[in-house]
């Protein structure tokens, strides 16, 4: 395969996660589908776990490379979210409120512009990363799909839940919290016991909850996160 080719084989894929992000903002602002837009948002997170892992395959790397996956993150991971938490507010669509959730957009960009440049997220990251948030959210118009967890969907659309918490995760996004990243470099419990530990307790929550269970992750992964870094102190 010619290298030139070969080295825009990942950039491809990563602008395969721009290209989810923007139909995910179409679904939800043009046609007034957050679920859509949720699905297109997981979608793009799969293109983003592929385009690292092709480069490493092909031993290809550049910085434009690092620069687009960036770019991409910040619709798909950044824009995207913050506007179906706007979106789902339930009784504040006409009030300035409802542009608050949108903070969460430039926090997420500071983030990535912030995690380009520091040398320490190399095995963990420093703050939530920005996946994380975008499933968070993306998991409220999933669980409007289940009748059965409809009371739960309702207190999550509320301006009460979604205004709060859209400033609480922004300010996880660019914290100097350390959290703890799945990468194993072995298999061995003493090493990874923190990374088990969150694999096993999702898996049970994903059998259980089912969509439910994706913002019930991503609060124990901060939990937990939280009391790894007590611990090893």
């Given at each position: 395969?010619?290298?030139?080719?070969?080295?825009?084989?990942?950039?491809?894929?990563?602008?395969?996660?721009?290209?989810?992000?923007?139909?995910?903002?179409?679904?939800?602002?043009?046609?007034?589908?957050?679920t859509a837009g949720a699905l297109f948002i997981v979608l793009g997170a799969v293109f983003d776990f592929f385009d690292g892992m092709t480069a490493r395959l092909l031993r290809v790397s550049s910085p434009i490379g690092k620069e687009l996956d960036?770019?991409?993150?910040?619709?798909?991971?950044?824009?995207?979210?913050?506007?179906?938490?706007?979106?789902?507010?339930?009784?504040?669509?006409?009030?300035?409120?409802?542009?608050?959730?949108?903070?969460?957009?430039?926090?997420?960009?500071?983030?990535?512009?912030?995690?380009?440049?520091?040398?320490?997220?190399?095995?963990?990251?420093?703050?939530?990363?920005?996946?994380?948030?975008?499933?968070?959210?993306?998991?409220?118009?999933?669980?409007?799909?289940?009748?059965?967890?409809?009371?739960?969907?309702?207190?999550?659309?509320?301006?009460?839940?979604?205004?709060?918490?859209?400033?609480?995760?922004?300010?996880?996004?660019?914290?100097?919290?350390?959290?703890?990243?799945?990468?194993?470099?072995?298999?061995?419990?003493?090493?990874?016991?923190?990374?088990?530990?969150?694999?096993?307790?999702?898996?049970?929550?994903?059998?259980?909850?089912?969509?439910?269970?994706?913002?019930?992750?991503?609060?124990?992964?901060?939990?937990?996160?939280?009391?790894?870094?007590?611990?090893?102190?």
């Amino acid at each position: 395969m010619d290298t030139l080719m070969r080295k825009q084989i990942p950039n491809i894929i990563t602008l395969m996660n721009l290209l989810c992000g923007i139909i995910a903002l179409t679904e939800i602002l043009y046609f007034k589908n957050a679920t859509a837009g949720a699905l297109f948002i997981v979608l793009g997170a799969v293109f983003d776990f592929f385009d690292g892992m092709t480069a490493r395959l092909l031993r290809v790397s550049s910085p434009i490379g690092k620069e687009l996956d960036s770019l991409s993150d910040v619709v798909t991971f950044g824009v995207a979210p913050s506007v179906i938490a706007m979106s789902l507010m339930l009784n504040e669509k006409d009030s300035i409120l409802a542009a608050i959730p949108l903070i969460m957009a430039l926090f997420s960009s500071y983030r990535l512009a912030k995690f380009n440049l520091d040398e320490r997220q190399t095995d963990n990251f420093i703050g939530l990363a920005t996946p994380a948030n975008a499933f968070f959210w993306l998991s409220i118009p999933l669980i409007g799909l289940q009748d059965r967890f409809s009371a739960i969907y309702d207190v999550m659309c509320s301006p009460y839940f979604i205004i709060p918490l859209s400033l609480v995760m922004s300010c996880l996004l660019v914290s100097e919290i350390p959290m703890f990243s799945l990468k194993f470099h072995n298999l061995k419990w003493a090493d990874n016991k923190i990374r088990f530990i969150f694999l096993i307790s999702s898996a049970v929550l994903a059998v259980l909850l089912q969509f439910v269970a994706i913002p019930v992750i991503i609060i124990l992964y901060i939990v937990l996160s939280i009391v790894n870094n007590i611990i090893n102190r």
